[in-house]
């Protein structure tokens, strides 16, 4: 199994950055899928999730209404797209796999079974 993220990099605050995240080597639509992020110093985090079908997505209170997560099932891949950036977004994204038979998307890291390599987004003031 391999999770490949991409699509980090410096921006502004104000403004845009879409990550994406290739799966491979899995039954992509057995999973929820999530995007969690750490900055330095802190614990890992929980940014957002999609559910394997697609009826539910959650996002923690931080990025809700600004970062929007959405899933392709032809291309095995889920996206990230971030907009109105702040400094405090800047981390280490990463995306992970949580195998599940239920449309509920959950937060706690340990139910993720596969990490991607993370990407770094960094955001200037």
């Known amino acids: 199994v391999q999770l490949q993220a991409s699509g980090g990099g410096l921006v502004q605050a104000g403004g845009s950055l879409r990550l994406s995240c290739a799966a491979s080597g899995l039954t992509f639509s057995y999973y929820a899928m999530g995007w969690f992020r750490q900055a330095p110093g802190k614990e890992r985090e929980f940014v957002a999730g999609?559910?394997?079908?697609?009826?539910?997505?959650y996002y923690a209170d931080s990025v809700k209404g600004r970062f929007t997560i959405s899933r392709d099932s032809a291309k095995n891949t889920v996206y990230l797209q971030m907009n109105s950036l702040k400094p405090e977004d800047t981390a280490v994204y990463y995306c992970?796999?949580?195998?599940?038979?239920?449309?509920?998307?959950?937060?706690?890291?340990?139910?993720?079974?596969?990490w991607g390599q993370g990407t770094q987004v960094t955001v200037s003031s």
């Open positions: 992970a796999a949580n195998p599940t038979s239920s449309n509920v998307v959950v937060t706690g890291p340990r139910a993720y079974d596969y």
């Open positions: 999609i559910s394997r079908s697609l009826a539910s997505t």
